[in-house]
């Protein structure tokens, strides 16, 4: 099934959830203030009253969120996420030419810590910071425009943690408005980073679902 509700993409719907394809620059979840009540949740549940928040998105992500039908479903769905059983991958262009890893896939294992002086800021500490992974691997590069297309998977899900992990490697997002050098973040009109793939157990049948969308970029 697919719909739109207020804009935003309804990629799958039943009982116990709701697929959705968030476009970037939008919330997942309200923030402070007047001027930020618009979001994914208020979008949502101005149709569906019965949809809970089960993870997010940052605003300049693009791509795939579930939400849960009721409290049964938030708490089986955040119960998989929290015991990694949820795959995410997502799709980015980072800046420069990526060497690819030995193996298909490599890793980056970075503890993440937020820069509360500058929050919402995160940064890397091996002091205190919390262990943080992302596999990545090399799709292409772009010889012309110096920079290489990346997918990406979180195995931990700490916040803003593939936009530090690349960053701190060298190869930040194009138009990263956070950990982007100004000249890197001019190069694109939005940060290209989108959530593609989705794959996790259904919280009523346990069927295996899987559902991408392909990034706008």
Known sequence: MSDVVRGLAVVHVDDALL?????????AVPGRGADKQDCVSARVQARYRDALIVHRLDMDTSGLMVMARGPVAQRALSMAFAARAVTKRYLAVVAGRVKPPAGEWGCIDLPLVCDWPNRPRQIVDHAIGKPSLTRWRVLEHDVTHDATHVELEPV?????QLRVHLAARGHPILGDPLYAPAAVQARAPRLMLHAWRLAFEHPVTADAMT???????
């Open 19 to 27: 697929v959705l394809d968030k476009p970037s620059g939008l919330l």
């Open 156 to 160: 931990t899900g700490r916040s803003h």
């Open 211 to 217: 559902f991408e969308r392909p990034a706008p970029f």
